[in-house]
C-alpha cells in the first residue's frame, strides 16, 4: 500500500469511479442505475439504498477534493429528504418513481444507509445533512432500534404495521458502519455503543459458535433460521463470506474508535477474514457468493463486491498488524480485480463474471453501484483505521493516471 504506482492506481481508478457515476444524476433530480457505458436506465426505480449511498460516496469526493461533488451530495440530499420521506406515515420509502410510490416498504436496511449519507454529508459539510440525519436517526430510534436484544428490527409495512418477525445480520451489519459514522460525525458515543452492541453479538457470541461463519437469518428471538431462503440476492440461505470481511473491517474501526483497548478485537477481525479467504475464494479466483451452514459452497457465482470488501478488511489489518500473507492476499486480490472486474476504458467495475471469468449479467444490469468498488480504493489510501474520511484531505485533486 505505500507503493508509489499502487497509489497511482488506486487515486486514479476513484478519480474515474467519480467520473463515471457523475451520470447517475438526472435531470429533474432523479438518481438512475447505469449500464455498463454509463447511460441512464430507463424507467428503472430509484431505490432508497442506492440514493443513499450515492450521497456518501460523493461525500468522500468532496472531502478528497473531486470537483462538483458537492454538487451531486446536494441533490441526492434533497432526493432522500423531499422524495424518499414519507410525509405520511414517517420513514423512508424503499422505492419511488416519477413522484410515485412503488414499494413503501420500511426496511432497516435502506434507512441505515440514509444514515450513513446523512453522517458523511455532515462530515463534508453539508448543512442541509443535520435535518436528514435527526430524522432518520429519529426513525431508528423509535422504529428499527430494539433496545432488549441491542440490535435492529428490520422491516414493516408502509404504515409501520409488522408484517413479518424476520431479523438479519445484513441491515445490522451496514447499521454498524452508518453508526460509526454516526459517532465520527457527532461525537455522540450512542452510536459508538450501540454499534458495540451489535458487533457483540455478530462477532462475540454467534461467529465464534458457527466457526467463523455469520449465518444470515434470524427468529424473531435472535436464534439462528437455518432454513430461511429469501431473495436470492439480498437475503440468499446459508453464510455470504463477503459480509465476514466487512464485519471484520468494523470490528477494528469500532476498536480503534474506543481507543484500542485490550482484548480480542483484533484476533476477531482476523479469524473472520481467515475463514471467509479459506472457505470462498475459488481456485481460478474471486470468491464464491454462499456457503451452507456447514462451509460447502451453496451459490458459486461471483460478484464484485466481495473481492472490494476483502480489499478493505485486509488493508485495515496490514495497518495495524502487517503480516506477510496479508501482503499476498492484498496483492492477489488486486490483481484478480484488474483482470476481471475493473473497467479501465469507462471507470467503474462490472458486478459479475461469469463460470469461464467473463463478464456476465444474470442477477445486475449495468454497473449498479459505487459505493463497494469505490471504497476498495480509498480505504488504503488513507493511514487510519477509523475517522478515515477525515483524512482524505484534496488527495484526489490533482491524480495522474496509473495502472497497477
Given amino acids: ?36 457505458a454509463g447511460v441512464p436506465l430507463k424507467d428503472t426505480l430509484q431505490e432508497l439504498h442506492t440514493a443513499a449511498r450515492l450521497v456518501h460516496s ?43 410510490v412503488i414499494d413503501g416498504t420500511k426496511l432497516a436496511y435502506g434507512h441505515v444507509f440514509v444514515l450513513l449519507a446523512a453522517s ?28 432488549s436484544a441491542g440490535l435492529l428490527r428490520d422491516e414493516f409495512n408502509r404504515d409501520w404495521t409488522p408484517f413479518s418477525t424476520y431479523r438479519g445480520m445484513n441491515a445490522n451489519m451496514h447499521g454498524v458502519e452508518a453508526m460509526l459514522t454516526a ?5 455522540d458515543t450512542l452510536w459508538r455503543d450501540r454499534a458495540g452492541r451489535i458487533l457483540e453479538f455478530l462477532t462475540g457470541r454467534i461467529a465464534p459458535i458457527h466457526d467463523w461463519r455469520l449465518p444470515e437469518h434470524y427468529h424473531e428471538d435472535w436464534s439462528v433460521d437455518d432454513s430461511y431462503d429469501g431473495n436470492p440476492m439480498f437475503r440468499p440461505a446459508g453464510t455470504t463470506p463477503g459480509h465476514s470481511f466487512e464485519l471484520a473491517r468494523l470490528v477494528l474501526q469500532h476498536w480503534d474508535l474506543c481507543g484500542r483497548p485490550s482484548g480480542s478485537a483484533v484476533a476477531t477481525a482476523r479469524h473472520l477474514v481467515d475463514r471467509a479467504l479459506s472457505d470462498a475464494w475459488r481456485p481460478d479466483g474471486g470468491f464464491v457468493y454462499t456457503l451452507n451452514h456447514g462451509g460447502a459452497v451453496a451459490i458459486a457465482d461471483r460478484y464484485w463486491w466481495p ?14 498488524d502487517h503480516t506477510l500473507g496479508d501482503e499476498e492476499w492484498y496483492r492477489r486480490l488486486w490483481v484478480f480485480a484488474e483482470a476481471r ?8 467495475w462490472f458486478p ?15 454497473k449498479p453501484d459505487i459505493y463497494h468498488s469505490l471504497q476498495a480504493d480509498l480505504i488504503p489510501l488513507v493511514p487510519s483505521v477509523s475517522k478515515m474520511w477525515n483524512k482524505l484531505g484534496g488527495s484526489l485533486s490533482d491524480t495522474q493516471g496509473s495502472r497497477s
Avoid: N
Avoid at 4 to 25: C, N
Fill in 307 to 320: 473481492v472490494t470488501e476483502a480489499i478493505g478488511a485486509l488493508a485495515t489489518l496490514l495497518k495495524i
Fill in 58 to 100: 460523493y461525500a468522500l469526493g468532496q472531502l478528497a477534493g473531486v470537483a462538483g461533488a458537492d454538487g451531486i451530495v446536494d441533490a441526492g440530499l434533497r432526493a432522500l429528504f423531499m422524495t424518499h420521506r414519507d410525509t405520511e406515515y414517517g420513514g423512508y420509502l424503499w422505492a419511488v418513481r416519477d413522484g410515485s
Fill in 352 to 366: 459479475e463474471i461469469d463460470s469461464e471469468g467473463e463478464r456476465t449479467e444474470t442477477q445486475f444490469t449495468g
Fill in 1 to 36: 500500500m505505500d507503493d508509489p504506482k499502487h497509489r497511482a492506481f488506486l487515486k486514479h481508478d476513484a478519480r474515474a469511479h467519480f467520473e463515471f457515476f457523475r451520470a447517475s444524476l438526472c435531470p429533474g433530480g432523479r438518481i438512475a442505475v447505469l449500464d455498463a
Fill in 341 to 348: 472486474f475493473i473497467d479501465t476504458e469507462r471507470g467503474g
Fill in 183 to 187: 459517532y465520527e460525525a457527532t461525537g
Fill in 120 to 147: 458523511s454529508a455532515r462530515i463534508a459539510g453539508h448543512e442541509a445533512a443535520k435535518a436528514l440525519f435527526d430524522d432518520v436517526a429519529d426513525v431508528i430510534e423509535t422504529r428499527f432500534w430494539d433496545e
